[in-house]
């Protein structure tokens, strides 16, 4: 994360492309500091380490902007021991726990929707109800033997899935914690002209060896999140089976959700076609560097 404050002044500005992307930017970090916002008291946030790059790339400084809602303490994931020294911390009702940092009473896990982050959330948090700093029942917080318990709430980005509510249930966490939400992060600015899904594994892998169609679902929602910016796309064609299972999910998406293209109907365009490339139809392209 200090890293990123080096990086602030190199964001691109994302106005100078053929669509201004700006405005992604600019939704996504209001996306998260709402998440934010919406959890009372001092806070810690708890962040996947494969979303880190994305999360980056909404604000360079972001330690620094969390700090300004509440966020007193940022943790990855995979940090088994900070995140116990912050569990004993809120357990024990003292201002510091045991690291010397200060303590909390509100977690905010930040992960991708995937079986192991759903174990280790699970693993988190029954050390928490282990401390003393845990829920009780229906993630109401249950008071601890000298203070508030933690309120322990969960954002899966993109989205949340069926396998990762079923870990859940299966750890017998659920009860524990106060919210199970999504992050909407389905697409990021990275240049003027360049947008990433920022799929942990890049998605490709998932798609043609283990059959899993999410990513195609991802790039689906992402097509939908730029009509919902700049207007519906006119013309959505492609080349290979996974750009047609895309394009028909896009289009499926428009008749189930007509309210999220609403306040863009009638709009004139922005983007006038958009073109989706199956990457088993090209492999050798992104092996070229020139």
Known sequence: MARARQLKSQLPP?????????????????ALLDIIDSRRGRKAVIVDPSLTPALTC?????????AEHGVARM???????????????????????????AAVRSVVFLVRPSVACAQL????????????????GGGRPSPGPHGPALE??????????????????????????????????????????????ELAGGGFKECVVAGDSGPLFAAARAVMRLQAMFGLIPRLTGKGPAAAAVRD??????????????????APPRIARAILLDREVDLVTPMMTQ
């Open 249 to 266: 999910m896009v289009v499926r998406m428009r008749h189930e959700n007509p309210g999220l293209l609403a306040p863009v109907a009638g």
């Open 14 to 30: 994302l106005d100078t492309g053929p669509v201004p992307l700006i405005g992604l930017r600019t939704w996504a970090r209001k």
């Open 75 to 101: 943790l990855y994931l995979d940090d088994a021991r900070g995140i116990r020294d912050m569990v004993s911390g809120a357990a024990s009702g003292s201002s510091t726990d045991s690291s010397g940092q």
């Open 152 to 197: 322990i709430s969960l954002f899966f980005a993109p989205r949340r899935t069926i396998t990762c509510d079923r870990v859940l249930e299966e750890e017998g966490v659920v009860g524990d914690i106060a919210v199970v939400g999504e992050l909407p992060l389905e697409v990021v600015a990275l240049e003027d002209d360049v947008i990433s899904l």
């Open 58 to 66: 909404l604000d360079a400084s972001l330690p620094d902007l969390l």
């Open 121 to 136: 959330v699970a693993e988190a948090v029954r050390g928490a109800r282990s401390a003393g700093g845990g829920g009780a």
